[in-house]
């Protein structure tokens, strides 16, 4: 039976999400980032920005909206098929949303942020390529990057030759490391983690209403 329907926050508003498809974004990506270092020094909070988010996604059944007439609809079979792969939650924009909060949770971000870069950077137009693939190497790449994702030195050292002269591949290697890890460490703690049990138990209780 399919879940109720419920609407979906957009992907771009998440909070800490890091999008390349705004230039002025990307300029300031630094700032934000070198905040987002001292943010994690700071207790967590985020057992009760779960709850809130979660509250949040609960349909409001009185409204009326129908799925057939919303994209943005999620339902307590679409979650569950989240567990089949890693590649089955990253094509979901509500997948991409509830999993950056997990990864947030961890401290871990930068995984899925730079992976989401990625993707837009494959969709950039040639003119643009050398410019945003600088910004993504200083983003994320460097050695001295704020939210520098872990990878070994051979391909950093690799990425860096490529975006000199900038395709739309000179980041599959890194994109391709930073997906093994977050499939083989984080997606699995994902599954047993209480912001996807609940979201999952929440979605199957308004189905049966």
């Given at each position: 039976?399919?879940?109720?329907?419920?609407?979906?926050?957009?992907?771009?508003?998440?909070?800490?999400?890091?999008?390349?498809?705004?230039?002025?974004?990307?300029?300031?990506?630094?700032?934000?980032?070198?905040?987002?270092?001292?943010?994690?020094?700071?207790?967590?909070?985020f057992?009760?920005?779960?709850?809130?988010?979660?509250?949040?996604?609960?349909?409001?059944?009185?409204?009326?909206?129908?799925?057939?007439?919303s994209?943005?609809?999620?339902?307590?079979?679409?979650?569950?098929?989240?567990s089949?792969?890693?590649?089955?939650?990253?094509?979901?924009?509500?997948?991409?949303?509830?999993?950056?909060?997990?990864?947030k949770?961890?401290?871990?971000?930068?995984?899925?942020?730079?992976?989401?870069?990625?993707?837009?950077?494959?969709?950039?137009?040639?003119?643009?390529?050398?410019?945003?693939?600088?910004?993504?190497?200083?983003?994320?790449?460097?050695?001295?990057?704020a939210?520098?994702?872990?990878?070994d030195?051979?391909?950093?050292?690799?990425?860096?030759?490529?975006?000199?002269?900038?395709?739309?591949?000179?980041?599959?290697?890194?994109?391709?490391?930073?997906?093994?890890?977050?499939?083989?460490?984080?997606?699995?703690?994902?599954?047993?983690?209480?912001?996807y049990?609940?979201?999952?138990?929440?979605?199957?209780?308004?189905?049966?209403?």
């Open positions: 039976m399919r879940g109720a329907g419920i609407s979906v926050p957009r992907l771009d508003r998440m909070p800490g999400m890091f999008f390349s498809t705004a230039p002025k974004d990307l300029k300031e990506t630094d700032h934000s980032f070198l905040q987002d270092k001292t943010q994690k020094r700071r207790p967590k909070t057992g009760m920005d779960v709850k809130a988010y979660l509250r949040s996604m609960i349909p409001h059944l009185e409204s009326g909206l129908k799925p057939s007439k994209k943005d609809i999620l339902s307590a079979d679409d979650v569950m098929q989240w089949q792969s890693l590649e089955k939650l990253l094509a979901n924009p509500a997948g991409q949303d509830v999993f950056g909060s997990f990864l949770s961890e401290f871990s971000e930068e995984n899925i942020e730079f992976w989401l870069a990625c993707e837009d950077y494959k969709k950039t137009e040639s003119e643009n390529l050398h410019c945003k693939a600088e910004r993504i190497f200083k983003a994320f790449v460097h050695s001295d990057a939210k520098q994702i872990n990878i030195f051979r391909t950093r050292e690799l990425t860096a030759k490529k975006i000199k002269a900038p395709t739309s591949t000179c980041f599959d290697e890194a994109q391709k490391i930073v997906y093994t890890l977050m499939e083989k460490d984080s997606y699995p703690r994902f599954l047993k983690s209480n912001i049990l609940n979201l999952l138990n929440d979605l199957q209780a308004n189905s049966l209403k």
